[in-house]
């Protein structure tokens, strides 16, 4: 192989964002998911003008945390953008913490986006990813690209049912041919999730917590059902109590949070049932011999496969890596484009 053969390989900077509401992948071309971080960016106002200080992980640190000068904020909501010129300068982080050099041509890049975003935000989506230097910005569907990402054959004419489950949106779709036959979008995810923690412990404790305690409560001892001896593990928290405003300790055991959970869990639950009863009856008996796949970072909540397949009578099976699953497919996409042109949107 000559130099010459491989220089696409050498200055190829194509590469596939999946743009989530809680964290932010970016896969390149021939290399894999090379960058995992917080869709966070913290910015200082001076003279009605944004100065970005800090990007990602950096930026996550400060959330909560902030004087009165400087703001820390998620551009992304629901899994589209809230904030556009905010979106634009992360975008434009990534971009360039991903090609450290410079390069000989502006990247192609394919974002996705949840299925149920409308055309305006949808474009919001293409401008930001052009206006931040790419040659060519195509979108795929969310449930697609999951999917492709866990490794389901959605090219065969059977059916396939994927639920994606990520920061602001899950996305329930039944697949078959490369394309959906019937999806829905719920803006429930884990964002809602941290809510209901929070409003759960000012409820019975009186106790306010931060968002970055409500995330770690969630992962550390979050789970979609009863514990078997009613209690479950435990763990500390810190907070402030709401009766004489004082910083305070408490304890939190895991039936608490699958009691504070109940009600995001029971949302997903009857999104996945209404999608059954929606798909053709053939399809239907395809997904009772596949089961359902769940992806997204969502799908790591304890016992939420269990909790489903009680709902369902259906297997239920979390993808092998849930949380990179949509950024995989998207940069699967990428890399077998011509095969699936048919699901990339260039130009809406």
Do not use: W
């Not at 491989?6 to 894999?32: E, H, Q, W």
């Not at 913490?97 to 990247?107: A, D, I, L, Q």
């Amino acid at each position: 192989m000559s130099i010459f053969d491989k220089m696409p390989g050498l200055f190829s900077s194509d590469m596939a964002i999946d743009l989530g509401t809680a964290n932010t992948l970016v896969y390149v071309k021939g290399r894999g998911v090379i960058l995992s971080e917080p869709s966070v960016v913290a910015y200082h106002v001076k003279d009605g003008q944004k100065k970005v200080l800090a990007v990602g992980e950096d930026a996550k640190l400060m959330l909560g945390r902030t004087p009165g000068s400087i703001e820390a904020i998620r551009p992304m909501r629901d899994g589209v953008i809230a904030d556009f010129d905010v979106a634009e300068e992360m975008i434009k982080h990534f971009i360039r913490k991903v090609h450290k050099r410079s390069t000989f041509s502006k990247p192609k890049i394919i974002v996705c986006v949840p299925h149920g975003a409308t055309p305006v935000e949808k474009r919001a989506i293409r401008q930001s990813v052009l206006s931040a230097g790419a040659r060519r910005a195509g979108l795929i569907a969310e449930p697609i690209a999951a999917a492709i990402g866990a490794g389901m054959p959605i090219t065969d004419p059977t059916g396939n049912m994927v639920v994606d489950i990520g920061g602001g949106t899950t996305e329930v779709a039944v697949l078959s041919l490369g394309d959906i036959v019937y999806a829905r979008s719920v803006r429930v995810g884990g964002d809602r999730m941290d809510e209901a923690i929070i409003n759960y412990l000012r409820r019975q404790q009186n106790l306010l917590v931060g968002e970055s305690t409500a995330e770690r409560i969630k992962t550390s001892i979050g789970t979609a059902r009863m514990p078997d001896d009613g209690r479950g593990a435990s763990m500390q928290i810190r907070g402030r109590d709401l009766l004489n405003g004082v910083p305070k300790e408490t304890e939190i055991s895991q039936a608490q949070v699958a009691e504070a959970l109940a009600e995001p869990v029971q949302q997903i639950c009857e999104a996945v049932m209404t999608a059954l009863e929606a798909t053709p009856p053939d399809l239907a008996a395809d997904i009772v011999d596949r089961g359902v796949m769940l992806t997204g970072g969502g799908a790591l909540l304890g016992d939420l496969d269990l909790a489903l397949r009680e709902q369902t009578g259906l297997a239920v099976s979390i993808a092998d890596e849930s949380l990179n699953c949509v950024a995989l497919g998207t940069g699967k996409a990428l890399e077998y484009e011509k095969q699936l042109r048919h699901a990339i949107d260039y130009d809406s």
